[in-house]
């Protein structure tokens, strides 16, 4: 690589949530990096044109994905680094509850909405708090992750306190 030549950016964990996604859910309706909540509106509170709604909706939330069964909808938060794990806890509390106030899919949403974290290591302590909340906690590596996994800090590939779980 050159100097001052910048390294092509590479969406791990899209592409991760992508293939746990059409692994686990195949067939059944899916959306990708997921906006959710009501349409950012103008600074006195009226509707933007359509140019600029788009333009906005970069301020929206956005889950990683949403699954959408006839029997539950599920809204998934994936996180390879360890200590990403439990920002996922509170995301995915937001998201849960954002789903059905969000127009786009009303008409997709079933009853039931649960929240499932998709990790690669496992820890005890998230997985705790997650059950406790509702959530699903999920561990699944793809066979890529070896060479993900050499390339961050070994900080990062491990879980953060596990002895800490009994605590809870």
Request: charged letters at 25%; a positive charge; hydrophobic letters at 50%.
């Given at each position: 690589m050159e100097r001052g030549e910048r390294r092509k950016r590479h969406e791990w964990e899209a592409q991760y949530v992508s293939e746990y996604v059409a692994r686990r859910y195949p067939g059944v309706p899916v959306r990708i990096h997921a906006h959710l909540g009501t349409q950012p509106r103008g600074a006195n509170g009226q509707y933007l044109e359509p140019a600029e709604e788009r333009m906005?909706?970069?301020?929206?939330?956005?889950?990683d994905a949403i699954v959408f069964s006839p029997s539950e909808t599920v809204v998934i938060e994936g996180k390879l680094r360890t200590a990403e794990y439990a920002k996922a806890l509170g995301e995915l509390e937001i998201y849960v509850a954002l789903v059905p106030h969000t127009a786009e899919y009303a008409h997709l949403v079933a009853d039931r909405v649960v929240g499932e974290?998709?990790?690669?290591?496992?820890?005890?302590?998230?997985e705790m708090l997650a059950r406790r909340?509702?959530?699903?906690m999920v561990v699944w590596a793809p066979s890529w992750f070896s060479a993900y996994f050499g390339s961050i800090e070994y900080r990062s590939s491990r879980a953060v306190r596990p002895e800490e779980a009994p605590l809870l």
């Open positions: 906005l909706r970069v301020y929206m939330r956005w889950a974290i998709l990790v690669p290591i496992p820890d005890p302590t998230v909340k509702g959530f699903r």
